[in-house]
């Protein structure tokens, strides 16, 4: 198994920045592909961006393409999520998963393991 815990939330301005951690500790970190998912008030889960277990690919909702970037630091099994340029529309709680499978990792479904989430609030 492996445990996920968030940090970097918080309340900014619209147009501003923030950097989401997820700490991971268990097992090998390296063995699990990585996703970032949000949940506004509301709305369901869904699907931000994931990266694979070696880093060498990465997925983005289009809603956050050219905006946010998916990183992980095997060494750190610490994986990130850089997200400029935010929008009141970005207002959510923001959850990493792991799954130990780089198929599937765009889905809500496809993840064996959540962190507890960490709240985004973007104010316009």
């Known amino acids: 198994q492996v445990q996920l815990v968030e940090s970097g939330g918080g309340l900014v301005q619209a147009g501003g920045s923030l950097r989401l951690s997820c700490a991971a500790s268990?097992?090998?970190?390296?063995?699990?592909?990585m996703g970032w998912f949000r949940q506004a008030p509301g709305k369901e889960r869904e699907f931000v961006a994931a990266?694979?277990?070696?880093?060498?690919?990465?997925y983005y909702a289009d809603s956050v393409k050219g905006r946010f970037t998916i990183s992980r630091d095997n060494a750190k099994n610490t994986v990130y999520l850089q997200m400029n340029s935010l929008k009141p529309e970005d207002t959510a709680v923001y959850y990493c998963?792991?799954?130990?499978?780089?198929?599937?990792?765009?889905?809500?479904?496809?993840?064996?393991?959540w962190g507890q989430g960490t709240q985004v609030s973007v104010s316009s």
């Open positions: 268990g097992r090998t970190f390296s063995s699990y592909a």
């Open positions: 998963a792991a799954r130990d499978s780089d198929w599937g990792i765009i889905t809500v479904k496809g993840y064996d393991y």
């Open positions: 990266i694979r277990r070696s880093g060498a690919a990465l």
